[in-house]
């Protein structure tokens, strides 16, 4: 009887904890996937109580038939209390868009919500008794080490999800250790970060492309080719730099709209596109003005890109407003120095050969000569 009493108080403890944990989870901003957790952690807890409870009536009950018709009706109350407390966790997994699934110590999954059916494609039959692991292509997951950490995502580790057909998708993970039956098992909640990783790849490109022309920004530009300054210098390879500028891009705005004016930036920039390696960093500085770097190349080879450049905007023709409308360009040219620490130094040699190519009527590619810099109070020629 002092037994049954205990598991009693025992009972009505968990219960205080789900009423508990709900208030908390009311008036505060607690998190709804942490809340979930614990309230899963309690509800396993319960059914362990429950199981135990049917155990110790078993062992300390005296085999009186009066007793032994109460121990049947107590193992029938057991029997519907564990299989009630089993719906409560199903019932409670199933209105998560998550994965939720469960794995025993040989890492085979034992209990999942119908969330995973839709998530990798499986079938009931198929997923029961599969290992984790078969889930995901990463061979060198470690469980107890995802466990330690509070949350992986958007801010944390990303792992590659294996669905049925083959196909991988982003996703991440929270896995809590459990011991059920003297046991251990891991509760693992997936998440597919499909969309969270297309949302960050999307604002990434909205920071560091340019809305027009879909070159590089300036901001991001500056990021990479301090990069390429550093990797120059450290090595000791050349880095030269291409600053080209639309001649007389105002008249064509004036003359043709602002329209015309966005038909020509973008044809110069489908020029360098197709004109350039893939080594090198397009990017458009402002303006008509597009910046050209080129890793591991003189001044001479950086200067015969930028005629072949002039050259083909010369030739081209476009059409704006039924109208066919040539333009041409000018260039300046520049390459890194050992004195060179700053890409700001780079951009403004290059700014002092483009000034020299305006000065001479533009349509003409000029390249800075350091050795002159002195003599010529920094012009280049």
């Known amino acids: 009887m002092q037994n049954a009493i205990h598991n009693n ?136 080490e995802i466990s330690k950490k509070e949350r992986s995502g958007p801010d944390g580790d990303i792992y590659k999800a294996l669905r049925k057909d083959g196909s991988e998708f982003p996703a991440s993970l929270i896995v809590t250790p459990l011991f059920l039956y003297a046991q251990q098992c891991y509760f693992i909640c997936v998440k597919d970060q499909t969309f969270q990783k297309q949302r960050d790849e999307k604002l990434s490109r909205l920071y ?22 550093e990797r120059a210098r450290r090595y000791g390879h050349p880095l030269s730099l291409i600053i080209t500028d639309i001649d007389g891009l105002k008249i064509i705005n004036k003359t043709y709209g602002s329209a015309g004016g966005d038909s020509v930036l973008k044809t110069l920039t489908e020029i360098v596109r197709t004109s350039v390696r893939n080594v090198d960093i397009p990017a458009r500085l402002g303006g008509g003005e597009i910046a050209l770097l080129l890793p591991n190349t003189d001044a001479e080879k950086a200067r015969v890109t930028a005629e072949r450049l002039r050259e083909s905007v010369e030739n081209t023709i476009i059409p704006v407003n039924d109208v066919s409308v040539s333009f041409t360009i000018s260039a300046g040219v520049a390459r890194s120095r050992q004195n060179t620490f700053h890409m700001d130094t780079l951009l403004k040699d290059a700014d002092t050969a483009l000034f020299l190519a305006k000065e001479k009527g533009g349509n003409c590619v000029e390249t800075c000569i350091y050795e002159k810099i002195q003599k010529n109070k920094g012009g280049c020629e």
Do not use: C
Request: no cysteine.
């Open 208 to 229: 560091s492309t340019d809305p027009l022309t879909g070159l590089y920004n300036r901001i991001h530009f500056f990021t990479l080719a301090t990069g390429e300054l």
């Open 9 to 144: 108080i025992a009972e009505l403890i968990i219960f205080a904890a789900f009423e508990v944990l709900f208030l908390f989870s009311l008036l505060t901003d607690f998190s709804p996937m942490m809340t979930w957790i614990i309230a899963s952690v309690l509800i396993i807890i319960l059914i362990i109580h429950s199981a135990n409870k049917g155990k110790s009536l078993h062992s300390f009950m005296e085999k009186t038939e009066q007793e032994k018709e109460w121990e049947k009706k107590s193992k029938k109350e057991f029997q519907e209390k564990l299989t009630e407390n089993k719906k409560i966790l199903q019932a409670f997994s199933n209105s998560f868009p998550e994965t939720i699934l469960m794995a025993d110590s040989g890492e085979k999954i034992f209990f999942w919500n119908p969330s995973l059916y839709k998530m990798f494609g499986y079938s009931e039959a198929e997923i029961m008794g599969k290992s984790v692991r078969e889930l995901f292509s990463s061979e060198n997951i470690s469980w107890r």
